[in-house]
């Protein structure tokens, strides 16, 4: 197989297996890019809204809508920033929180499922290739 083939296989697969994760969700109201922007805030914690934008690639506007939706839901807060009042951070609420949480337990709780069909040495290999496609994804 040449490499053009393996990366389209690759990319297929991986594309494959994502949907199947994203369609694992604590709650069906909340759209993906809506549930990025949650996991962000996990992640990297409270962000002004052009921070959020820029780490999530979109305009600004575009962002506004997005936190908009998930403030009115609940999920996050804006606050003033403490040093300057100019800004306004965004973070997660306790319902936000427990909004990623669940829906990452059931994430890894069906993608545990899909592994114990698996043997010990696929389990390796993947777990060898998640390595590699990791530093893919940071180039």
Same mark, same amino acid.
């Given at each position: 197989m040449t490499i053009p083939q393996q990366s389209s296989l690759l990319r297929m697969s991986t594309f494959r297996l994502a949907r199947r994760l994203r369609a694992q969700k604590s709650d069906d109201s909340v759209s993906d890019a809506q549930f990025a922007v949650l996991a962000t805030l996990s992640i990297h914690g409270a962000h002004t809204l052009s921070a959020l934008a820029e780490r999530e690639r979109v305009s600004a506007p575009?962002?506004?809508?997005?936190v908009n939706c998930l403030e009115e839901a609940g999920f996050l807060a804006? =606050?003033?920033? #403490?040093? /300057?009042?100019?800004?306004?951070?965004?973070?997660?609420? #306790?319902?936000?929180?427990?909004?990623?949480? #669940?829906?990452?337990s059931k994430r890894d #709780?069906?993608?545990?499922?899909?592994?114990? /069909?698996? =043997?010990?040495d696929e389990r390796d290999l993947l777990a060898r290739a998640a390595e590699l496609m990791g530093r893919l994804a940071t180039q």
């Open positions: 575009s962002m506004n809508r997005t804006r =606050t003033e920033d #403490a040093v /300057d009042r100019r800004k306004t951070n965004i973070s997660l609420t #306790a319902s936000g929180i427990e909004l990623v949480e #669940a829906t990452v #709780a069906w993608l545990t499922e899909r592994m114990r /069909d698996l =043997t010990a």
